[in-house]
């Protein structure tokens, strides 16, 4: 399949390479260009926009921060929109609000092109091993078309409903899991403060009902007090506040999402922005002025 890939970030570009090990033909942008030479020393073609990148391409994927970021790409000046193709699909694997996603379809839709979104889970690690989580939404031959490309990078691919419902799923895995990184800080915090072995303390609570990938992958950040990116806490925050938009908005309190929010508010202020979200052990242990 001949492919377009634009955002070659922690994930996206590890995304892409699956892509072109599976013998795609791809082209790829990024906004800053020199993103693009690993790829293009594996054999990629390089765009010098996501308009540019979209001539000819059958699919085009894309995996930028939020919301803003995917109406530039897509319908901008030199954006997707300018250059797709009758026909070609764009699957969207940013995690940004439902009603964008809605919106960016219609307006494809218009042009004769389909769109995908498909949010994925799992981190720069899953992107690596393309063992991806993706919460998918589009009509039905769409994401049937972006299938095979998913396939590359993820090993679970649920489609959830028309366009949006991937956005709304992801909403929804991000506020169990937000919830699931506080109470990892909280818990190990009260075993460090009751003089616990934590390290066996974890192995212990990973045969039983707390036993969870957070627990498995993340806990020791919180034991050696350093945490190195996985997911960054400002993205973290960004995709709480969809979630928390979304609940205003279907008129539901979330008040523990709520919660969460306001501690990762605390550490992104504090300049800890750029950690993984297992830093939220640092408001467990009162590293973080309230």
Avoid at 100 to 113: C, D, I, N, P, Y
Avoid at 160 to 178: C, D, E, H, M
Wanted: proline share 3%.
């Amino acid at each position: 399949m001949k492919i377009a890939w634009i955002g070659l970030g922690t994930m996206g570009e590890a995304m892409a390479g699956h892509l072109l090990d599976a013998g795609h033909e791809l082209t790829v942008h990024n906004r800053t260009r020199e993103r693009e030479e690993a790829l293009a020393a594996r054999g990629a073609a390089r765009a010098a926009s996501p308009g540019e990148a979209a001539r000819g391409a059958e699919l085009v994927g894309l995996c930028v921060s939020d919301s803003p970021d995917v109406e530039a790409i897509i319908l901008g000046a030199g954006g997707i929109a300018e250059g797709i193709e009758q026909g070609a699909v764009v699957l969207d694997c940013s995690t940004i609000a439902p009603d964008t996603s809605r919106r960016v379809a219609a307006e494809l839709a218009e042009r004769g092109a389909g769109a995908v979104d498909a949010p994925v889970s799992g981190g720069s690690e899953g992107a690596r091993k393309g063992q991806l989580t993706a919460f998918v939404g589009g009509e039905d031959a769409h994401v049937a078309f972006a299938r095979p490309a998913l396939e590359t990078f993820c090993r679970s691919i649920t489609h959830l409903g028309g366009p949006g419902a991937g956005q709304a799923g992801k909403a929804v895995n991000q506020v169990l899991i937000s919830g699931t990184y506080a109470a990892l800080g909280e818990g190990l915090a009260l075993g460090e403060r009751e003089g616990l072995p934590l390290e066996a303390l974890v192995e212990a609570l990973g045969g039983g009902a707390a036993g969870s990938w957070i627990l498995q992958n993340r806990s020791g950040n919180v034991i050696n007090g350093s945490y190195p990116l996985g997911f960054k806490m400002e993205l973290h925050l960004k995709d709480l506040k969809i979630a928390l938009s979304e609940g205003d908005r279907l008129g539901l309190p979330m008040e523990v999402t709520r919660l969460v929010a306001e501690q990762a508010q605390r550490l992104v202020a504090a300049g800890y922005g750029g950690e993984d979200s297992s830093s939220l052990a640092r408001v467990a242990r009162g590293e973080i002025p309230s």
